[in-house]
């Protein structure tokens, strides 16, 4: 599909897709993008990643460990800087961020976690070198979106701020995501 696609009713189409795909919308988060989803960056890490003294001691102590999927998709042709007029319409080039966290997050942590996604995305921009015109360093883009979501398996996760195991594994996660999928649009 052209990536300057733009459906008349984007909700309406992705319903429909899911639907012939066998799913219930109801029961899906879906994200839209013009991006190519096969240039997402994927990346997994998990506390056995970071804590090199401790090791696995059983099969129920790796199922409970706490581990972090990101896939970022990225298209920077809407860029943007939070608390800035950018006269941009809302047109594709979004930066999609999904997140997958084995645990059970409670909705603070989920608060949290879209922060320090939001942290890491914007850190990624940077490093990449995204700016406006004028400049400045870009934030995003006007139609960014992020998902968290939570096996609800394993220990109760109540913070995800960058200080924490869960912050750290999501920000890092994110960032190389971002890297990688924004390396190949810039």
């Known amino acids: 599909m052209d990536k300057h696609y733009q459906a008349e009713d984007p909700v309406g189409e992705m319903n429909e897709f899911l639907t012939?795909?066998?799913f219930n919308p109801q029961d899906c988060a879906s994200m839209l993008t013009a991006a190519y989803v096969k240039q997402a960056?994927?990346?997994?890490?998990?506390?056995?990643?970071i804590e090199t003294d401790r090791t696995v001691q059983s099969v129920s102590d790796e199922d409970n460990r706490l581990q972090v999927t990101?896939?970022?998709?990225?298209?920077?042709?809407?860029?943007a800087r939070a608390g800035s007029r950018t006269g941009n319409d809302l047109y594709p080039g979004t930066i999609n961020i999904m997140v997958i966290v084995n645990g059970c997050m409670t909705d603070a942590c989920m608060a949290n976690a879209i922060i320090t996604a939001t942290e890491a995305k914007t850190?990624?921009?940077q490093d990449l070198g995204v700016t406006l015109d004028n400049g400045k360093s870009a934030t995003g883009t006007t139609t960014d979106a992020v998902l968290i979501a939570a096996t609800g398996r394993g220990r109760v996760l109540h913070y995800a701020g960058t200080a924490t195991q869960l912050g750290y594994l999501l920000g890092k996660t994110v960032y190389d995501g971002l890297i990688a999928s924004g390396r190949l649009c810039i």
Do not use: H, M, R, W
Request: negative net charge.
């Open 20 to 22: 012939l795909e066998g």
């Open 41 to 49: 960056g994927c990346f997994t890490l998990s506390t056995i990643d």
């Open 123 to 125: 850190a990624a921009l």
């Open 70 to 79: 990101s896939c970022v998709t990225s298209g920077f042709s809407n860029k």
